[in-house]
């Protein structure tokens, strides 16, 4: 992969890793369930670390953040919150069901993302424990899915 192609693919993780913690910061702001509350937090933190191990390898790699991409994450952010509002869907359990799956598709795009770089034989990327990260992932999208199954059952009564 040429230098050209790692700043696009990583760039467009980043952009989905900023464009996640903007969702969770909606979902934590329109939804009082208290165990969502704590698992929105939790995976803030988790996402937010995974987000810095990106930026780490992009620093490692010598590649920059591309700020018109950020810019396309957090426009794709901005357009999901509108589409599954409240006021577009008329229930909050479809917006949160809606929202939670945007999250676990992103989620699932971060482990493809992980396990493509654990394919490297860049030696400046041996510092990093993808499996760990891979693993992590994993455990986030387990939590998600939990909550995403009783939104569902709510949705679908």
Request: charged share 25%; no cysteine.
């Amino acid at each position: 992969m040429s230098t050209a192609e790692q700043s696009t693919y990583l760039n467009d993780h980043l952009a989905g890793a900023s464009a996640a913690l903007d969702l969770l910061d909606a979902l934590a702001d329109d939804d009082r369930d208290a165990p969502l509350q704590e698992l929105v937090a939790r995976l803030r933190t988790d996402i937010a670390s995974d987000r810095d191990q990106l930026v780490a390898v992009m620093q490692r790699l010598e590649i920059e953040p591309a700020a018109v991409k950020q810019l396309g994450g957090r426009v794709a952010e901005k357009a999901l919150r509108i589409k599954s509002s409240e006021t577009v869907t008329g229930s909050s359990a479809l917006t949160g069901l809606q929202r939670t799956e945007a999250l676990i598709v992103g989620i699932r795009g971060k482990i493809a993302g992980w396990t493509s770089l654990k394919t490297s034989r860049d030696p400046r990327l041996e510092a990093f424990d993808f499996d760990a990260l891979i693993s992590s992932a994993h455990n986030q999208q387990d939590h998600l899915e939990q909550y995403r199954v009783k939104a569902a059952a709510i949705v679908f009564a």
